[in-house]
Structure formats: C-alpha cells, structure tokens
C-alpha cells in the first residue's frame, strides 16, 4: 500500500501520521511585531475528510481557545484518519487586546469572504477563506457571547440544511437554534464554496466556563467519529436529545437600575413569571421583568448595571418544558460524570 501523501499548507509541508503548527502570515504591527494566523494540522496515516475546527473570530471569547487546548491534548487524535486543520485563535489582533473587534473596530465575522487588497479584515478573512475553509469539507466555529452576557450550550444551523441539523444532534449540545446566515458571516461565505459550518455557542465573553468547555470538546469528538476521522470507540453518544428551536426572542430592560435576576441560562420560564427585577439604588422603586412568552433561556446577561433597553434574557421557543429541563439536567450530569482533563482543578 503506498503511503500517503503529505499535506501542504502555506508552503509547508507535513508528511502523514505527523502533526504541525503552521504560521500564515498576516500583517505586521505598528511596532514592527509580525502577526500570523496559527494552525495546527494534524495528517493522519490513513485516508479521511479534511475538517478544520476553529476558534477567536471574536478575540474576546475566549472559551473557544480553551476548547480548542483540551482538543488537541486528547489521545483520540493518535488515530486520526483524514486531516484536522486546528485554528485556536483567528482575531490574534482581539484576542491580543481583549476584544471583540478588530484595530479598525470592524467585526471580523462580517467581512467574509474578504478580498486580498481589502481592508485588515478584509484580508484576514480572505486568508482564512483560502488557506484553511477552501482545504476542507466541514469546519466547526466556537463562539460564545459578548463580554457582560453568557449562552447555554447551543449549536446554531440553517433551517435547510439536513446535514447541519443532523451534525447539531450527533454534536449532544441542550439546544440547537435554527438562524438564517448573515451576510458577511463565515457560515455563509463557507456554504458558497460547498463548505459546511456548524457554529457552537457557549459561555461569556473573557470567561471560561468548566461544564461548557467540557460539552464543547465532547461534541467535537462525536463529529470527528462521525465523519469517520476518529474511531468509534471511547466516545459516548448524548444521554438527551437535543431541543431544537426555530424562534427566539431577547426580553430588555424596561428602564435602567440595579437588575436581580431570578433565572439563569437552562432554566424553562411560562409566560407571565417574574424572572427579574430593577430597582433604583436607594430601594425607593422595583419594577419586575415578566416573561412575554414561554420557553428555555439560551442566554441572558451578568451585568447587575442595566439601562433601559439593555438585553436583560435570551428566551428560545419550546414544544415541551419537560423535554427541555430534562436536555439540560442529562447534559450537566454526563459532563459531572465525565474525568478531568489535566490542569481542570485549577481553571
């Protein structure tokens, strides 16, 4: 049988059975420090699908590096087939400064497929579009909210897409949400070129959250086994089904003050109940926060500092609360059961 032959990337090259960083280049900074785009490619011995995972599109959340980390310390990977093309950190420039934009405040996440002579982001976003997206056939996105809110695991498709929507399930997150692709997105510009994307949404902005990242590493593994890049073995299916939800809906602040919230993410609200109140500092005033429509909160903020018009919930659409409370009770159970990985006691 003949070997198989090495994986070129950005005129590198690594010989099968063999893993790599390799640094694209990207720009250079005012004080002359060069920047690149790190991916690390791990090329098994044998045939497979080229997938890549990737992470920091928004250089502020930051769960998604972590994810990444405990991914590519995992023994499953010694038996790849296929290739894995890993990208911890996109937005090195965001990332660098805590942020979710780029130096020209652009969001990176709006400037695909980008172009050459374009604009920073413009460029970062063709650069990725051509040395790692146009490598493969599938790619999975993480993500997780902005800095002051925070998700419940969630993995984000197209309504019309079977393939996506299938991978969401396999994936095991509580909630799967079914959104229309955003101009300028890596998810649309991906699907243009026959690419599929699944985007995972976990956790807040600047934070890392244990059971999140643990259910992030965990769905990857699923995909990766059933993609056929991982054997079967050692990598348990989801204990529940996930809920899948075509609507969704954020609750804001009816007027500004001091916010207690009474609901976190996970949690199954009806219509009419209290889940908030606002209140002036001086306890002169309270104004409760009512649930205009029944469902599962996919997200709210951690701010206690509110103004009016602030989204306060995240609040997706159900079929049945039963379902839902027993998605995220069976997930937060499968991952308390699940072993540490190393260095978990200290995160």
């Known amino acids: 049988m003949s070997k198989r032959a090495s994986f070129e990337l950005a005129g590198m090259s690594v010989p099968a059975g063999s893993r790599q960083t390799i640094n694209i280049p990207?720009?250079?900074?005012?004080?002359?420090?060069?920047?690149?785009?790190?991916?690390?490619?791990?090329?098994?011995?044998?045939?497979?699908?080229?997938?890549?995972?990737?992470?920091?599109?928004?250089?502020?959340?930051?769960?998604?590096?972590?994810?990444?980390?405990?991914?590519?310390?995992?023994?499953?990977?010694?038996?790849?087939?296929?290739?894995?093309?890993?990208?911890?950190?996109?937005?090195?420039?965001?990332?660098?400064?805590h942020s979710r934009y780029l130096p020209d405040r652009r969001d990176l996440n709006r400037c695909f497929p980008g172009s050459a002579n374009g604009s920073l982001g413009s460029r970062l976003a063709h650069i990725f579009m051509t040395e790692i997206v146009g490598r493969c056939s599938l790619g999975i996105d993480l993500h997780s909210a902005a800095?002051?809110?925070?998700?419940?695991?969630?993995?984000?498709?197209?309504?019309?897409?079977?393939?996506?929507?299938?991978?969401?399930?396999?994936?095991?997150?509580?909630?799967?949400?079914?959104?229309?692709?955003?101009?300028?997105?890596?998810?649309q510009e991906a699907k243009k070129v026959?690419?599929?994307?699944?985007?995972?949404?976990?956790?807040?902005?600047?934070?890392?959250?244990?059971?999140?990242?643990?259910?992030?590493?965990?769905?990857?593994?699923?995909?990766?086994?059933?993609?056929?890049?991982?054997?079967?073995?050692g990598i348990a299916p989801p204990k529940a089904k996930s809920i899948v939800c075509s609507d969704s809906h954020w609750l804001r602040a009816p007027a500004g003050g001091l916010l207690r919230m009474f609901k976190a993410e996970g949690d199954v609200v009806d219509e009419g109940d209290v889940i908030a109140a606002i209140s002036d500092p001086f306890g002169e005033s309270e104004i409760e926060v009512t649930a205009k429509y029944g469902g599962i909160v996919v997200g709210r903020a951690v701010m206690p500092i509110v103004h009016e018009g602030d989204a306060l919930f995240h609040v997706a659409a159900i079929k049945s609360a039963g379902l839902a409370e027993a998605a995220v009770d069976d997930l937060s159970t499968q991952l308390e059961e699940a072993p540490l990985f190393d260095e978990d006691e200290i995160i």
């Open 194 to 233: 026959g690419v599929d994307v699944v985007l995972y949404e976990a956790g807040e902005g600047m934070r890392f959250d244990e059971m999140y990242v643990r259910a992030g590493v965990a769905g990857i593994l699923r995909i990766l086994k059933d993609k056929g890049l991982l054997p079967r073995a």
């Open 26 to 97: 990207v720009s250079t900074l005012s004080d002359h420090t060069p920047v690149t785009l790190s991916a690390h490619v791990i090329h098994g011995k044998k045939d497979g699908p080229t997938m890549f995972v990737s992470a920091g599109i928004h250089g502020d959340e930051v769960i998604g590096v972590e994810i990444v980390r405990r991914l590519l310390r995992t023994k499953n990977l010694k038996s790849l087939c296929g290739t894995l093309i890993v990208v911890p950190i996109v937005n090195t420039f965001g990332f660098l400064n």
């Open 147 to 187: 800095i002051n809110r925070t998700n419940l695991p969630q993995v984000r498709v197209s309504a019309n897409n079977r393939e996506t929507l299938r991978l969401a399930h396999i994936f095991g997150a509580p909630v799967i949400l079914t959104s229309a692709l955003r101009d300028g997105s890596l998810r």
